[in-house]
């Protein structure tokens, strides 16, 4: 798959992203000019229905949270890109004071409801008025933020010792779900750059490492932090036809087309899980990319 599309995929897929095998086709100099983090159209598109999405999108492993608290000096928490509140009610629940910033007006609205304080900014003009914090967190959002311009605001916001830890969902499923949805969107969407992925193959970590990588990198680039780390917690999620066929729905993928072509993408999904017995088992994959804050500021 051509770098650029890759990229176009992995921002619109968000952690939904099939795994693919690249075509080699084209250079990375060709494409350079699409990042995630400028697709803010996709960015903000997931709170057409905040419901549902705080319903289905999965938690995060709370062996994950405890991790990265006692990594932290103190309790004060910043979620970037906070959604529905998910990950923010989940350090709320242990022991946390949680600060959200989120772009979306109706995912912060949600949140705010679910007992989330929420600030409406994008992390790279958000306004910190001189506060500072033990941890910057983000849950499955970090691709939408610029990651050197994040990373250097984190920094600003954190106090010395402070962790910057984005954490992504990375899933693998069984490969009829994966090609049927390939399939069904490239039938209901053939304009779509994402019919060019279409081979199924290899792992999805593999096709994450990038992600973090540039993670990573934007980290060092920004200074003021340890070197980074790569953390993994591994865990599995049994899902019914009915409860897959909830969440799809809310994939960046999806969340752009009309009502009758999702539906479409539904019924071909829905037949492939009946086929595998109408259950599966995901495998799941929950990646942190994470630094410490340097005692001295730049």
């Known amino acids: 798959m051509p770098v650029l599309i890759d990229r176009w995929a992995r921002a619109h897929y968000g952690e939904h992203m099939p795994t693919i095998e690249p ?20 960015a903000e598109s997931f709170g057409a229905d905040a419901e549902r999405y705080d319903r289905t999108r999965p938690p995060y492993p709370i062996a994950m949270v405890e991790r990265i608290l006692e990594a932290s000096p103190g309790p004060d928490v910043v979620d970037v890109g906070c959604g529905t509140g998910t990950a923010a009610r989940q350090f709320q629940a242990a022991g946390c004071k949680v600060l959200g910033v989120e772009p979306d007006v109706r995912m912060a609205e949600f949140a705010r409801r679910s ?61 009829e779900l994966a090609g049927a949805l390939a399939g069904a969107y490239r039938r209901v ?29 934007g980290i060092r680039k920004a200074g003021g932090f340890s070197e980074p780390e790569q953390w993994q917690f591994d865990w599995e999620r049994t899902y019914s036809r009915d409860e897959w066929l909830d969440q799809l ?20 999904v829905g037949a492939a899980v009946d086929a595998i017995g109408g259950s599966f088992t995901m495998a799941y994959a929950t990646v942190v990319v994470t630094a410490a804050r340097a005692d001295q500021r730049p």
Do not use: C
């Open 249 to 268: 729905p809310t994939l960046g993928s999806l969340t752009g087309l009309p009502s009758d072509k999702v539906a479409q993408v539904l019924a071909e």
């Open 189 to 217: 969407a053939p304009e779509s750059p994402f019919n060019r992925a279409t081979q199924l193959s290899g792992s999805a970590l593999e096709m994450y490492q990038p992600l973090f990588a540039k993670i990573a990198d």
């Open 115 to 175: 007992g989330v304080e929420v600030e409406v900014a994008t992390f790279e003009a958000w306004e910190s008025a001189g506060r500072q914090f033990d941890a910057v967190v983000a849950g499955t959002a970090w691709h939408w933020v610029d990651p050197v311009a994040g990373a250097a605001k984190a920094a600003r916001v954190l106090r010395p010792g402070g962790r910057l830890a984005p954490f992504h969902h990375v899933f693998q499923g069984p490969p």
């Open 23 to 42: 075509d080699r086709s084209v250079e990375p100099a060709q494409s350079s000019d699409v990042k995630p983090h400028e697709l803010r159209q996709v």
